[in-house]
Every structure is written in structure tokens, then in C-alpha cells.
């Protein structure tokens, strides 16, 4: 499998939020990853502490010049979430643009990290240009209970004739009494792992990237109990993913939930 | 297994080289890797085009101190390659000495980079940072026959003088010295390089002995950058597992490296097509392609062990 990904996002030096939480599991999957560290710090931002620097929208656009000039920026994917800032992404933008005019069958993955809403917009966030939707968590009440939140995803096919189809599907996800960073980095770079080797199978892609969230986060929360003692809430550097413990895991997961298609 | 490592190198956008390198790896084999990017370029110096920006000493010492802050600076490894700033380089060994003293069984790797085939490619002014300040906290030293010929003001023509300069360099500091090539001859003809290594160990007597060590490589018509980078990463997590056995360690290195060399090469001549030398694009490790052999080494060469000498 010769696949190049382009991930821009954060680095920390110690524990696993943007391409720190993104990197390993895709190269572990044979994906060469170029990064592109959006900021340095030495942590994520749910400790008590932290410290580092940002790179600026020029800066960025130094280092991409430099892969131009080498005639290397083609690209199969591109991936991207946090961003606090908006030249930055403008930047961003105008590199995707540049890389797609490249590469027209480049994917851009893109986690639209807002903060937490939940609401249904599947077909308007199609309209808007993705093919792949998946709402990662929502505030939507789950047959199974108050101890499960509700993922939906939406996939658009063109059928050989022309006309078009979705498929829909929905997750029953088990809630986790926790607060974890870097799980939405790794999701998405999950899903741009899954859907790369299911393009047409979102149920497939879901049930595999949903799966191995749930061992990552299972050997975590296992372990940050144990460091925490009983009776205590753990904290932020005792819940960092354990991302090289789950290697295995995300390598070839185990199947242990499923995605039920709508439509 | 719960260890875990700081690492303080380059990051290039593409391609396999500082923390590139060594990251991977590492993590493959089951290690915590906390990693500060000492640069951050597009690629490495090897291609024609390269651009980016570099981490001040003070930039540093602002990242360490927010892992101080949390109280998290507890490592049991430290790792060090390429460096080009004498005050970058001396705030790095500030920050050691500091997490020795919070860990005194830290293991510091040192990559003590300075250049090669009798040329330096860092600033000159940078060797007595390195002697007088770096190689005294190390305890695994990785140099290259230049590099260690510098750090000891000895030329290496022989074998015997290679293990001379192995012991000054141990009088220096590290406890494991491996010279991981060398000019010398070697038996199996000029096919291949000598690489040389030396570990004290203190006796149950309290005496001191050493093994001392040489292995025949292979050489490949190429250049490779970011190996030396690998080397130094495997080196620790196979002296991790064992501790008392150089020979092991670095015949599972040394094995590594000739996996992850032989797919590069075959790959990059793919690439290149027949009769052109492959670029250095086309030239970057295979490293994710190589993760069984990383994981698992196939051992292909076999360490012979020098006399073993008291001292």
C-alpha cells in the first residue's frame, strides 16, 4: 500500500492529542504520514499547566513552499482538526486547494472542531461539499439508555447510471465517566485509515474505527484507574491514551459494536 | 513494560530523520515516547530545497518546564542527535543533569553528531560542548570513528587503537561506547565496514571488566540520512532488553538497520529506474514498511567478542 497522508495539527511532547494521537496508529496501518506541527506545547491544555508555541499562517506556508520546491506534495489524504486561529486555516485552505488541483482524487478528512452541539445536519453538511458525514457524538436519546451516546453517519455514492445514493448509518456508543483528550484526533484518523480500505462501505469503516476507540479507551481508563488509586478521579496526565499499549488493537480490531444502516 | 523516553531532535515534515527517525520505532517496540522537535523543517538538508524554523534554547526551556510544571519530568531514557547551537546544546544538558537528579537510573543516549569521512558538518565550537559538558552524562555514546577521534584528540589506524579510544571515551563518561563505523579494514574484505563496541560492567567483586565487541556490515552504494537516527533509537531499546549483553543489542541493531537499508535501497532503485542513482526523495527509510522487521528482528549478523580485559 503506497499511501501519503499530509496531517496538520497539534504536536505536545508528552501524551497524545492531534498528530501525536494520529500519527503512530496510521503509520502502524502502513500510511506514510507527513506532519505538519501546528503548535509545539508541552502538553495538551486539560492539564493544570502547559507551556509552548504556535506556528504562524506564514510559517506553515515556509514549510509547505519547502515541499513544493522538492516536487514531493502529492498527496492521498489530507487530515486536519484543532485550529484556534483564522489566517491559519485560510492558510490551510489554500494548501488543500493547491493539493487537490494535484492530486483530484486527494480526500481531505477534516474534524470541524467547534466545540460540542449535536445536531442533525447530515444532508446539509453534504450540500456543503463532503461525501462522508459522521456525527461523532450527540446529545440524541439512545434506544439502549442514558449510558450510551448516538454516532450517525451519511456516505453518498454515485451509482454507475448516474443517480446518487446514501447510506446511513447510526452506533450505539457506550459512555465512558471520563474526560479524554486526543480521542477525536484519533478517530478521525481512524476513519481516514477505515474508509481508505472500505470507500464504499461506511457501516464497515464505522464498526472498525468505532471498535478501536473502544479498546484505546478501555486500556486507559483500566490503567488510569490503577494509577489514580480507589475512589479517585484520575487525572489529566494519568488518562493520556495508551496508544503504544493498543498497537495490536489497531492493527486489527475486534469487532464490538454495530453499526445499524438506516437506509 | 512502562518506560519512557524523552527525545530531543529534528522534525522534518517528510521523510525519516531526528525524531522521525527514532519515534516510530520506539513506539513500535512499546516505549512512551515524549518528543521536543528541536526544528521543524519541510525535509531534510540532503534535498536540493529546504526550508523552516529552529527552537531557541529559551523555546526549550519553556516546553521542559511545562512538563516540570505538571510534574511529569520523570524519564527513564533520554536521546540527543543533531544539534548546531552551543546554547541550545547547553540548555539540553541543563535539562538532563536536572532529570538525572529526579531519576538517577536514567540512561542518557548520546548521538554526539559532528561530522564524518574527516569532515565536520557542525560548527567547530561545538566539540567542546560536547566533551566537556555532553559525553561526561552520557552512558550510551554513539560516535562514528571521526566523532570519537575528535572527542579523544586519538587517531584510529588499528583495531587496538579503536579499543584505546573506546576506553578513553569510557574514562570520559559513557559506559557503553559503540563506534558504529570505522575506516578499519575487515576481514571479510571491502565489502564491508567495522563497526566496534565496548560496555563496562562492574563485577560482583566490585572490579571493573569489559566486553568489547566488532561486527562486520555490509556496506550499500548510497547515502542514507536519518540511519544514524535509527541506529541510536534501536540501540536503546535493545540494550533496554539487554542490558548485560552487548552483543545481543547490537546484533539485533545492526540487524534492523540491514532490513530497513536492503528495502530502502531495492525501493528507491524501483523508484529511480535502471541505471540512475536514486534522489534523496527517493531515497528516505522505508520505516513504516518495516515494522515486523522492527518489531523482530531476523538476526543476519553475528558480533564477535575481542578479548575481554580487566581494568
Not at chain 2, 571491502?190 to 566486553?211: C, E, H, M, R, W
Request: with cysteine.
Amino acid at each position: 500500500m503506497e499511501c501519503r497522508v499530509l496531517s496538520i495539527q497539534s504536536h505536545v511532547v508528552r501524551g497524545y492529542v492531534g498528530n501525536k494521537s494520529a500519527s503512530f496508529p496510521l503509520q502502524v496501518l502502513g500510511f506514510e504520514v507527513d506532519s505538519i506541527n501546528s503548535v509545539q506545547f508541552s502538553n495538551h491544555t486539560g492539564y493544570s499547566h502547559w507551556k509552548g508555541q504556535v506556528l504562524t499562517a506564514d510559517e506553515l506556508h515556509v514549510l509547505y513552499q519547502g515541499i513544493k520546491l522538492n516536487n514531493v506534495h502529492q498527496y492521498d489524504y489530507v487530515l486536519t482538526g484543532y485550529t484556534r486561529d483564522t489566517s491559519f486555516l485560510e492558510m490551510v485552505v489554500d494548501i488543500v486547494q493547491e493539493l487537490k488541483r494535484a492530486n483530484p482524487n486527494l480526500v481531505y478528512v477534516c474534524d470541524p472542531v467547534l466545540g460540542d452541539h449535536g445536531s442533525m445536519v447530515m444532508d446539509l453538511l453534504h450540500a456543503m461539499g463532503p461525501d462522508t458525514v459522521v456525527i461523532t457524538s450527540s446529545d440524541l436519546p439512545s434506544r439502549l439508555g442514558d449510558r450510551f451516546l448516538v454516532s450517525l453517519g451519511s456516505q453518498r455514492h454515485v451509482r454507475p447510471d448516474g443517480s446518487r445514493t446514501t447510506q446511513r448509518v447510526r452506533m450505539e456508543v457506550h459512555k465512558v465517566d471520563a474526560v479524554f483528550v486526543g480521542t477525536g484526533d484519533l478517530f478521525a484518523a481512524m476513519l481516514l485509515a477505515w474508509t481508505h480500505h472500505y470507500p464504499n462501505d461506511l457501516k464497515m469503516a464505522c464498526e472498525k474505527t468505532f471498535s478501536v476507540m473502544h479498546h484505546v479507551i478501555q486500556r486507559t481508563i483500566s490503567y488510569a484507574h490503577e494509577l489514580a488509586g480507589p475512589g479517585r478521579r484520575p487525572s489529566p496526565p494519568q488518562l493520556e491514551l495508551r496508544m503504544v499499549q493498543s498497537k495490536a488493537d489497531i492493527e486489527d480490531p475486534a469487532i464490538v459494536m454495530e453499526a445499524i444502516v438506516l437506509s | 513494560m512502562e518506560c519512557r523516553v524523552l527525545s530531543i531532535q529534528s522534525h522534518v515534515v517528510r521523510g525519516y530523520v531526528g525524531n522521525k527517525s527514532a519515534t516510530f520505532p520506539l513506539q513500535v517496540l512499546g516505549f512512551e515516547v515524549d518528543s521536543i522537535n528541536s526544528v521543524q523543517f519541510s525535509n531534510h538538508t540532503g534535498y536540493a530545497h529546504w526550508k523552516g524554523q529552529v527552537l531557541t534554547a529559551e523555546e526549550l526551556n519553556e516546553l521542559y518546564e511545562g512538563i516540570k510544571l505538571n510534574k511529569v519530568n520523570h524519564y527513564d531514557y533520554i536521546l540527543t542527535g543533531y544539534s548546531r547551537d552551543t546554547s541550545f546544546l547547553e540548555m539540553v544538558v541543563d535539562i538532563i543533569k536536572e532529570l538525572k537528579e529526579a531519576n538517577p537510573s536514567l540512561v542518557y543516549v548520546c548521538d554526539p553528531v559532528m561530522g564524518d569521512h574527516g569532515a565536520m558538518y557542525v560548527p567547530e565550537y561545538l566539540l567542546p560542548v560536547y566533551r566537556d559538558k555532553v559525553v561526561p552524562l552520557a552512558d550510551i555514546l554513539t560516535p562514528n570513528q571521526f566523532e570519537a577521534e575528535l572527542l579523544t584528540g586519538r587517531k584510529i589506524t588499528t583495531e587496538e587503537d579503536a579499543v584505546e579510544v573506546m576506553d578513553l571515551l569510557h574514562k570520559m563518561g559513557p559506559k557503553t561506547v559503540v563506534l558504529t563505523s570505522s575506516d578499519l579494514p575487515s576481514k571479510r574484505g571491502d565489502q564491508f565496514l567495522v563497526a566496534l563496541g565496548s560496555q563496562t560492567i562492574v563485577k560482583p567483586d566490585g572490579t571493573n571488566t569489559s566486553q568489547k565487541i566488532c561486527i562486520d556490515i555490509p556496506k550499500v552504494d548510497a547515502v542514507f540520512v536519518g540511519t544514524g537516527d535509527l541506529f541510536a533509537a534501536l540501540l536503546l531499546a535493545w540494550t533496554h532488553h539487554h542490558p548485560k549483553d552487548l552483543k545481543a543489542a547490537c546484533e539485533k541493531t545492526v540487524s534492523v538497520m540491514h532490513h530497513v537499508i536492503k528495502r530502502t535501497i531495492t525501493y528507491a532503485h524501483e523508484l529511480a529506474g535502471p541505471g540512475k542513482r536514486p534522489s534523496p526523495a527517493q531515497l528516505e527509510l522505508r520505516m513504516v514498511q518495516s515494522k515486523a522487521d522492527i518489531e523482530n528482528p531476523a538476526i543476519v549478523v553475528e558480533a564477535k567478542v575481542l578479548q575481554k580485559s580487566s581494568h
